[in-house]
């Protein structure tokens, strides 16, 4: 696993400060020694740390390595070369276009919302019009779009509870197929007192009283007769017994 990319930048830290330096002075002198060998340069690096102290590197001398280096640099014909990393160059051309980019972004959105708009000309406030008009109608559409398809979900939940519902029904219309279908005569005490009114024999506590007044002690079941035909009945009832009796002998 490779190591993530640091910073370039000062170490704030006094101590990581220190012990950053060291290991990368050493690293910086074992490269030149390496790059004086594997290529037969002469190579010479002076270094100052902030302390002030001196750490120097030469593959030939020092002093021979410098009276070249300021021959070199009086002299017109010599061509020096100076290093400078092309990475930063290009770092910084991409961080300016960066730059550039998110201005341009930020004074279009600004634009877009309807604020600085000043020195804008009559050619570009028609065409921020018709960007914007253009957005309206996207925006437009998705919704109605949204729209349709949130219709058709609520159509599709409604036939399904239709069908549900038909599968429930004739569900129950088999379960009634099975049940033998019987006739329970129902007792309507309402019926029965309007047929008792209607037929003049009054009610049916009126005419306990009378039979109760009579005399009748005949047990036979009550079922809603006329006071009139149940008097006449037990009337007869009572000449059949007493004739009976007087046929036997009795007094």
């Known amino acids: 696993m490779g190591r993530g990319k640091i910073e370039i930048k000062r170490i704030e830290n006094a101590n990581s400060r220190q012990v950053t330096f060291s290991k990368r002075r050493s690293g910086l002198l074992k490269k030149a020694q390496e790059l ?28 021979q390595i410098l009276s070249r280096y300021n021959r070199c640099q009086d002299s017109p014909e010599s061509t020096v070369v100076e290093y400078k990393p092309e990475s930063t160059k290009e770092d910084d051309k991409v961080v300016d276009t960066l730059k550039d980019e998110i201005a341009e972004l930020q004074m279009r959105q600004l634009r877009l919302l309807g604020k600085d708009l000043n020195g804008l000309s009559i050619k570009e406030l028609q065409h921020l019009e018709q960007q914007l008009s253009g957005a309206l109608s996207s925006v437009k559409e998705k919704k109605e779009q949204w729209l349709l398809e949130q219709l058709e979900r609520s159509r599709l939940q409604e036939q399904r509870a239709m069908l549900e519902n038909e599968t429930l029904r004739r569900q129950v219309d088999e ?18 007192r309007k047929a008792l009114n209607n037929s003049g024999s009054g009610s049916p506590d009126k005419t306990c009283n009378r039979t109760a007044e009579n005399g009748d002690s005949d047990t036979t079941l009550y079922l809603g007769l006329p006071f009139d035909v149940y008097h006449k009945r037990s009337m007869s009832d009572k000449e059949n017994y007493n004739s009976k009796g007087n046929q036997k002998g009795l007094p």
Not at 175 to 192: A, C, D, V
């Open 175 to 192: 379960l009634r197929g099975f049940l033998p279908s019987t006739h329970q005569l129902e007792y309507n005490p309402e019926k029965r």
């Open 36 to 63: 004086s060998i594997l290529c037969d340069a002469e190579v010479a690096v002076i270094i100052f740390s902030n302390t002030g102290k001196l750490y120097e590197f030469s593959s030939s001398g020092m002093k």
